[in-house]
């Protein structure tokens, strides 16, 4: 798991340049630069509206991304792909008003009826990110890059929340979410096991190279866009491949959403090992009869019978045969729980996900009882079927938080509160697994 968002910022930053690039061959005949020009200037240049576009040259000296070649507005910002330079894209009015309650208002209080084109400066705002918005806005599926880095995603995540289009941004997102989750490190919650407890475990599926995503960032991205399967997911991460000992970090200075979110994480996860744990003690509890001195009887007698001496004066060794068909079985399986770090709790691994996968993976070992009399409880039998059911339950479990849940001012997890049963929610919480 070597961090590279690096890497993956460079390619997108150089995939945006590239497109950059070609948007200026279309262009080139008039994207002459003026270094000096500046978004005042081109304001009042645009001042002369109606004319022809070819009589422009003056408006757009600065080089222009033609995002909608026939639009009206010039949305200017200082740089893109790194290069600090103004440039404009060149977008449609009718479409920001339609999508972006914020850019309806900006275009209805700094433009007139005879600007054309329309300039929109925005130097405070990121270009690249102005630019992926702009896109997305308009339906340039093709100009859109395949991935997206978490960062970007957020910032992406960010303006749109703040020019109020979310909405119209967030289907074009799934598939970066969807890229993101399956590039990350986090073990994915566990397929139910066969119910042979003795079959060989599945291989495990090929797994893409991992980057490091920032927990921070993708799950405001989630709350920002309003995206619940996400939100189901990225939590669920945090809160499986996250050590018990590390915190959720907030930002200072974050909103209380988040300094929620935070508390949240951390009771879930919480909450999720107490229920590991009891799920645990039903297998320990069959493991406990055999030890319990009500158990203990010799072999053929019931507990609490002694063989009576008197017949017994034959067969000396019958005297002392105690059973330990169940106790030896107990035995094994407790040693086996505990190589595996599943139980006592003071073996336990470092995090809740490598827990599910040392249950998800454990295997019964083999014991032979085949000796076993007729006051034996079947440790066997009873420990062999608390696996099985104990890995269905750890399998089918939801482990992140619902969204709509978390928004109405519930726990996250359904789970009693206000969680559960109030208003439709977009996650389904009985099917568990992310
Ligand atoms: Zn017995
Ligand atoms: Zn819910």
């Known amino acids: 798991m070597s961090p590279s968002p690096e890497t993956d910022e460079g390619r997108a930053a150089k995939r945006q340049k590239g497109a950059l690039a070609v948007e200026n061959f279309d262009g080139s005949h008039r994207s002459q630069t ?67 309650a914020k850019f309806k208002h900006l275009l209805a209080t700094t433009a007139t009826a005879a600007d054309h084109p329309i300039t929109l400066p925005l130097p405070a705002e990121d270009g690249d990110t102005m630019l992926l918005l702009c896109h997305i806005l308009h339906l340039r599926n093709d100009k859109l890059p395949p991935r997206l880095p978490a960062e970007s995603l957020y910032k992406l995540a960010s303006m749109a929340h703040d020019f109020a289009c979310a909405v119209a941004v967030g289907r074009a997102t799934a598939g970066w979410f969807d890229a993101l989750y399956h590039s990350g490190p986090a073990p994915s919650p566990p397929p139910p096991p066969p119910p042979s407890s003795t079959t060989a475990p599945a291989p495990a599926p090929a797994t893409a190279p991992t980057i490091f995503i920032d927990p921070v960032k993708i799950l405001l991205a989630t709350l920002l866009l309003d995206e ?48 590991a744990r009891q799920d645990v003690d039903l297998l320990i509890e069959p493991c406990s009869v055999a030890f319990a001195r009500g158990a ?18 034959h067969d000396n060794t019958k005297a002392s045969s105690l059973c330990h068909v169940d106790s030896m079985a107990a035995t094994l399986y407790l040693g086996a729980l505990r190589d595996a770090g599943i139980w006592p709790a003071t073996v336990s691994p470092a995090s809740l996900g490598e827990l599910v996968v040392a249950m998800r993976d454990f295997r019964v070992p083999e014991y032979d009882d085949c000796d076993k009399c007729d006051f034996c409880e079947g440790v066997k039998g009873l420990f062999g079927s608390g696996v099985g059911v104990v890995g269905r339950m750890w399998g089918e479990r939801c482990w992140g938080l619902c969204l709509d849940c978390f928004n109405r001012g519930g726990d996250g997890d359904g789970a009693g509160g206000d969680g559960g049963g109030r208003g439709e929610c977009r996650w389904e919480h009985g099917r568990g697994r992310v």
């Open 34 to 100: 003026t270094p000096g020009g500046n978004m005042s200037q081109d304001a009042a240049n645009g001042g002369g509206g109606g004319m022809a576009r070819g009589a422009l040259d003056g408006v757009e000296s600065l080089n222009t991304v033609e995002i909608v070649p026939d639009g009206d507005v010039l949305i200017g910002v200082s740089g893109l792909a790194g290069v600090h330079k103004p440039i404009s894209l060149r977008v449609s009015s009718h479409i920001l008003a339609l999508t972006s």
């Open 228 to 275: 619940p399967t996400y939100f189901v997911r990225f939590t669920a991460r945090w809160i499986l491949a996250e050590p018990f000992a590390s915190r959720f970090p907030v930002p200072p200075g974050s909103d209380a959403q988040l300094q929620r979110l935070s508390r949240e994480l951390q009771r879930r996860r919480t909450a999720l090992l107490c229920a």
């Open 296 to 313: 203990e009887h010799y072999i053929d007698y019931a507990p609490g019978m002694s063989p009576d001496s008197g017949s017994f004066t």
